[in-house]
């Protein structure tokens, strides 16, 4: 049996800012091993950081967990002691203690999740629930965010969208749900495949690192393979699959509501950096950079809209044709428009969080 007081120590330092680079490197390296316990360090996260780490409050909550005592009972201790201390201190308790005791109340529901994950990770055959919680991460508009999964895969979201997986998410069941757009490296498992779920599509990793593009309200789906593999298929219609190879860019076109012939499921082409940075278009806004390549005006704002966290109105059908190339980094929101305006011929107006772009 592996003895995991190294990793709630680690967890401990990790949230009172006092861990070092390389224990962080060495606690995402056993969480990694121990995926039970990823369950837990999520929630643990959620609670405020800790004034202090002491070994005695590292021992007990581990020996409450490593015991595996039934939920129901788990939560009457837990909660019980919180009531006694309660009772028994003062009101101005030093802040390390009240700490504690907030994260004795969260262990409650700590406790339930981490016997879940045990009972799945031991060799006996368990019989799944018929409706699983989920995990959802959302990155707002003007934010990204980068997060690890228990399997060691590592995920950036772009801003405005959002990722969900279950709460069951393990090696042997690698399963998420993206709507918006995220860049993935996939930690491979020659048995167990890592899927993508869009609202279109289903990407299965065969060992790879890849973005995906699939906003909600958009007319496609955009993949992205940088390396490995990846096998593409409709939602709707498993049958029809493509194969990636590195370097391609694959879009799926939707089937729009108005009637039309027939139209071309999948659409291959081969990614071509940006010729002045030599940047990968598709995947730059993982470097904070939004790089377009003859780009209409209406669907950059789209973008931009997503970037600064705000929302643009065209008065003029002719300007949401410009077709525009450039790069934008480091600058705000009124930069960007002014350095459009050198390439375009265009006035804006911002109002708190509305452009508006007009002749």
Known sequence: MKDTNRIWFLMGKELSHSITVEEEEELRAL??????LWYSYELIQAVYQMDDVT??????IKSLLDNRIEPERLNLILLTKLEETDRQLPAAAPS???SLYRFAAVFAGVAVLSLAAWLIFKPAVVKEPEMVAMHEIAAPKGSRKHITLADGTTVWLNAGSKLSYPSNFSLAKREVYL???AYFKVVHHEEHNFIV???EADIKDLGTTFNVKAYEGSSKTETTLI?????????KDPAKKMLMVPREKLVLQHKQPAQQKEVK???VSTIVPFEKTNDIVETAWVENKLIFRNERFESLALMMERRYNVSIIIKDNTIKEYQLTGIFKHENLTQALKLLQVIAPFKFKINNEQVVIYK
Request: charged share 35%.
């Open 227 to 235: 390396e490995g593999s990846l096998e593409v298929s409709l939602r």
């Open 197 to 199: 779920h869009t609202a």
């Open 96 to 98: 390390k203690y009240r």
């Open 55 to 60: 070994q005695e409050y590292v021992q007990e």
């Open 265 to 267: 499921v999948f659409e």
């Open 179 to 181: 709507s918006g757009e």
């Open 31 to 36: 969480l990694a091993s121990e995926p039970e």
